[in-house]
């Protein structure tokens, strides 16, 4: 059975970075497609970035380009969320997700319902 642990985050000031990572296990990481996602409080989980087996496609929402780096190590079993110029707005839960099979391009990568895996989360909180 596939598992998903991330680990980081935690707080940090505006303008400030952070990184957030995680660690799968139980089965070939190379495999797998990965997506990071979010969910304030209050709010619908949305689509952080996403990154292809061999990490030579990558997307990004809006609201993270160009501030946030999504990387894989697939020797490591892990994938990475790095997060520079951070601001209050990306204050939130933090998941990592395996993307199933059978879809491609920016839709499948954003949309949760195509992920068959996911961590318990994380918190970032970005302080004023």
């Known amino acids: 059975q596939v598992q998903l642990e991330e680990s980081g985050g935690g707080l940090v000031q505006a303008g400030g970075s952070l990184s957030v990572s995680c660690a799968i296990s139980?089965?070939?990481?190379?495999?797998?497609?990965m997506g990071w996602f979010r969910q304030a409080p209050g709010k619908e989980r949305e689509f952080v970035s996403g990154?292809?087996?061999?990490?030579?496609?990558?997307y990004y929402a809006d609201s993270v380009k160009g501030r946030f780096t999504i990387s894989r190590d697939n020797a490591r079993n892990t994938v990475s969320l790095h997060m520079n110029s951070l601001k209050p707005e990306d204050t939130a839960d933090y998941y990592c997700?395996?993307?199933?099979?059978?879809?491609?391009?920016?839709?499948?990568?954003?949309?949760?319902?195509?992920?068959?895996?996911w961590g318990q989360g994380i918190q970032v909180t970005v302080s004023s």
């Open positions: 997700a395996v993307l199933g099979n059978f879809c491609q391009g920016y839709e499948c990568y954003a949309d949760s319902a195509k992920y068959d895996y």
């Open positions: 139980g089965s070939t990481f190379g495999n797998y497609r």
């Open positions: 990154i292809s087996r061999n990490g030579g496609i990558i």
